[in-house]
């Protein structure tokens, strides 16, 4: 498993959603989303997964937390549930069909779930468990180490702790019926600062 292994889809839609998210997000941020990315394929790969769809999963991971940049920051919904709606938005102009524009949304809603049955949601499940890595440290022995080296060094978690710790804990209190209060309830920002990736990519 190397990095060389994953490239992005050539698609008009992965395009556009890289070139959005590198335009709207900060550094950290870009970063986490091309980390989870890339943590769900090496978990796909481990689980012998060849039949994900690909530009999928890379769009719903580029725009996962696009609910936490201002300009998105519903007032009402759930992070997640903002980005969805921004994703599906931008996958219509990139000529997504409706069912299509839904499965994205649905993607990044589902990431933000406690867990994600595979059997529901394939790529639902991989960004679920891809982000609960790069955020909580979950299942990070499962990937070879090697990887994870090459990964956080091609892509460095610089201040996502504190940057992403910030953002959920602000969305939390204003949204306290959201996944954003679960997660701090359940120790994120412990987590975060916990994470073993944050010493493996010092």
Request: charged share 25%.
């Amino acid at each position: 498993m190397r990095l060389a292994d994953f490239t992005p889809p050539d698609t008009q839609a992965a395009r556009a959603a890289y070139e959005f998210a590198a335009e709207r997000q900060t550094p950290a941020l870009l970063n986490h989303c091309i980390r989870s990315w890339l943590w769900a394929l090496g978990f796909a790969e481990l689980d012998g997964g060849d039949d994900i769809d690909h530009e999928l999963l890379y769009v719903a991971a580029l725009l996962h937390d696009l609910g936490l940049v201002e300009e998105f920051d519903n007032v009402t919904l759930s992070y997640e549930d903002a980005g969805g709606h921004v994703a599906a938005a931008l996958t219509a102009g990139a000529g997504w069909p409706a069912e299509r524009r839904t499965r994205v949304h649905e993607v990044i809603v589902r990431h933000n779930w406690p867990t994600v049955d595979p059997a529901l949601d394939a790529e639902g499940h991989l960004l679920e468990i891809a982000t609960g890595l790069d955020i909580s440290g979950v299942r990070a022995d499962l990937l070879p180490l090697a990887f994870r080296e090459e990964v956080l060094a091609a892509f460095p978690r610089l201040s996502i702790a504190a940057e992403f710790g910030a953002c959920v804990t602000d969305q939390a209190a204003r949204k306290p019926t959201t996944q954003a209060a679960r997660i701090v309830a359940n120790g994120v920002v412990r987590k975060l600062a916990e994470n073993p990736l944050e010493a493996l990519g010092a």
